[in-house]
């Protein structure tokens, strides 16, 4: 037996034409590595994926594809003109992190203002229409505004998605300002189900849509008030938490990953509270952002937050300077480095941090 | 270091010999079993029958890295410098290597090599064309003309955006 330490110089000695698996002799990889490289590609490339053979396209059509894809999904920006929504571009994240545009043109029935695992809610306030779709295949379902709410004003609808069903969730404040919750479960309710439980008068803040966080919990902000509602939609109860204090309100509630966050501002360094914990209510302190360090403080007259990007390493903000124009930064919470994701935004526009998946509204 | 008793012998199909740390091979599942079956004998050679030189060449150089700078950096930054690592492991390995080596990883079973693997072919396959993604797996489309054109009409979705390559 000849005895050799591995060293690197043998990689080129050792090719011998003794092979067994010799790769231009191998006709097929194994289903299960052709499955694993699938799920790492881009859902915008999944297509001509499926042109390549019959295994292949069976493999993407299966609905345990899309929950795997969905994982490995890097979330992009999903950005509309809030004038003009029927079309959009996305800004998507490469596997080095670097943003790259794709345009998207297939006539969006409404804004975009929420997505959840995939699934996106679009709305068309004129029709009194919600659109639960997936906006890259365009599957997914439009449901009407429940018929017991007065007015698109003052109501919110938010997105929960547990154990392979997602729920819609419509709140809104009657006339007298008491706040009212129907849920309809998509692709298993005709209609909505309004919820008995009410919060009575409370000044709560319905315009700003709900978040979505880990554990089917959906959290309306109500920054003015420093508290959150928050619906668990397991049982359907309500719990109003106070949010950590700063010297001013909450610029911005955002989701990371499955958890709440707030940043909180002053003069110029930003904090930002995480809730690690609904039931026991406890926050923590997870970052503080010196903006003022960084060299697009000069130029900026206000942030606004989007929310979380590049597994979740970086917070996405539109800075307004002085001269009216908007930037896209993102800022790294390891590399406390601050980069342009986009230079050319303007403020008629809406975005949204979105993941491309195959996912669709009926994938349980 | 290690004393001879923590080496293990790896034998490629070719029956070519490497010899390897412990902690390397028993990130390898499939090598890691069979020691453990046959524990007490004094004849460490695994034979790794389907398993060409070369890639097994490129799955020790991977493992041994990862197990060194997990030494190195216990106290964090442990995957930047494995990510690093790794950008200049595939740089070296050439686009058609990449599916023996998949074949190899699967067979013995290393998780960690695998995701690598995986993503990289991922990476040089998703913006290339149909033909290409075919001729590099060596894949005959067995579909039908008709066939074809209902999966380009059901996904629309699907626009071009395709690489010449």
Known sequence: MVKRTYGKTEIASSSENTKRMNSDEMPYLPEAVIFNILIMIPAHFLGSMRLVCKLWADLIKQPFFALLHHQHARPGLFVQNKQFPYSARFLEPSRDGEFGVTYLAPRYPGLMFSSVKGLSLLSDPCNKLIYAINPFTMQGVKVHQPVICPSRDHSSCGLVYKNGVYTLVWGFQDAELAAHFCVLRLGIDDDWRKIETTIPYYGIYMQTHPISIGGGFLCWAMARHRETVIMDTNDESFHILRIPRGRTTPLAFLKKGEYLCTVTENLAVYLIHILKDVRRRKWIRYHRFDFARTREFMFTAYLKFIGWTSDEQELTMLACKANDTLTCLAYNIKTRKIRCVDGYMNSGENVQVHANTLISSSYG | ?165
């Open chain 2, 1 to 165: 270091m290690a004393s001879t008793d923590d080496k293990v012998i790896l034998k490629s199909s070719e029956g070519e010999c490497f010899e390897v740390d412990m902690a390397v091979a028993s990130h390898l599942q499939i090598v890691k079993s069979v020691l453990e079956d046959c524990e007490g004998s004094s004849d460490k050679v695994v034979s790794l029958f389907i398993v060409e030189a070369k890639y097994v060449a490129m799955i020790i150089e991977y493992y041994k890295n990862y197990v060194e700078l997990k030494e190195k950096h216990e106290e964090g930054g442990f995957e930047e410098k494995l990510k690093e690592f790794e950008k200049q492991f595939l740089e070296q390995i050439d686009k058609k290597e990449l599916k023996g080596l998949v074949m190899a990883v699967n067979y013995l079973n290393a998780p960690a090599l695998f995701d690598v693997v995986c993503t990289a072919i991922a990476k040089h396959i998703e913006n290339k064309s149909v033909e290409y993604v075919r001729e590099y797996f060596g894949i005959v489309n067995d579909f039908t003309a008709e066939e074809e054109a209902q999966i380009r009409e059901e996904h629309r979705w699907a626009y071009d955006g395709v690489n010449d390559d």
